[in-house]
């Protein structure tokens, strides 16, 4: 018998989950949904989701497998403390941002089984990557769950030390704002030289969307794939000279990732 979900948040992420579950053949039926907001309730519903504005004790609580937290960080502590009644039998899944499974363990209590899972955007079009860590109250049955429940939104990778993080929130948690920055650049490099707007975000958004799907489906590596397309004394050189030398974008890019490192582990231990 399908598991049976009960999802705490339907906004962004929460949208895209349930979407992503659905699309891969999670009947409706198996997800209740809660969120205080009218127009979740209505997104929830028309997808034939059971749905409400708070959590209704009826019934609810012998029946809830797993609950996927998917509220803003801020919010999770106080909703924890409206759920910690089925810790003795529901698994937790959080992806709030920066919340550690000791944090939740001080609610839930110290025998909960926690998963920690870390999406980014593009799970909203299901290519988002996860990452995620549990304690040891979490079985090899239900860390498989949880798999399946992230890889609808994309792909997934465990941690074996929830330390790492900070350093996955760094690298994929903020990612997508550095491409979308490396977009922005290109775009405004473009008009420099004469391309008119709209050409060049969409010049610049298809060769980013290309180059990573490229990456992905090749089997050698970035590295090996830049040089196979730096012919020597061409233009890409000429581009790569400028935006490698001294390690210039190596080492601002290394900056901007500790800082974010850094940052996320601030965000956890407040
Ligand atoms: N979006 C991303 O790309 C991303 C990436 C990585 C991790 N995350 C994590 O995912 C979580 C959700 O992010 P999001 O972008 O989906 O946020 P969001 O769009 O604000 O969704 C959170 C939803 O939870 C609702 N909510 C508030 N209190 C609630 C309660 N007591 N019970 C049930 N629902 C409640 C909110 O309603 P109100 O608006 O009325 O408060 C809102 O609809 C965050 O913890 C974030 O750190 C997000």
């Not at 992503?20 to 028309?46: F, N, Q, S």
């Not at 209704?56 to 801020?74: I, M, T």
């Not at 690298?171 to 420099?192: K, R, T």
């Not at 990573?212 to 794939?225: H, K």
Request: hydrophobic share 50%; aromatic share 2%; proline share 3%.
């Amino acid at each position: 018998m399908a598991e049976r979900l009960l999802l705490v948040g339907f906004g962004n992420m929460g949208q895209a989950l349930v979407n992503g579950w659905l699309g891969h053949g999670r009947e409706a039926r198996t997800i209740a949904v809660v969120d205080p907001r009218p127009e979740a309730l209505a997104a929830a519903a028309a997808l034939g989701i059971a749905a409400s504005a708070d959590w209704p004790a009826a019934g609810r609580e012998q029946s809830a497998d797993v609950v996927v937290l998917a509220v803003k960080p801020a919010q999770l502590e106080d909703v924890l403390q409206h759920y910690r009644i089925l810790s003795g039998r529901s698994l937790f899944l959080s992806i709030a941002a920066g919340k550690t499974i000791a944090g939740l363990a001080a609610v839930l209590g110290a025998e909960a089984a926690i998963v920690r899972a870390m999406p980014n955007t593009p799970a909203a079009i299901g290519r988002g990557v996860t990452a995620l860590c549990s304690n040891d109250h979490v079985t090899a049955d239900r860390r498989a769950l949880c798999t399946t429940l992230m890889s609808a939104i994309g792909s997934v990778e465990w941690l074996d030390d929830e330390r790492s993080m900070d350093a996955v929130t760094a690298v994929s948690g903020s990612g997508p704002a550095y491409v979308l920055l490396l977009i922005e650049c290109l775009i405004d490099a473009g008009q420099q030289l004469g391309l008119d707007q709209a050409l060049a975000a969409r010049l610049a958004v298809g060769t980013v969307a290309g180059t990573g799907l490229y990456a992905e489906q090749s089997d050698a590596d970035a590295a090996e794939l830049r040089h196979a397309v730096t012919s020597p004394g061409g233009t890409t050189e000429a581009a790569l000279d400028v935006l490698m030398s001294e390690g210039q974008l190596a080492e601002l890019m290394g900056r901007a990732v500790r800082a974010a490192a850094k940052r996320s582990g601030e965000l956890s231990s407040e």
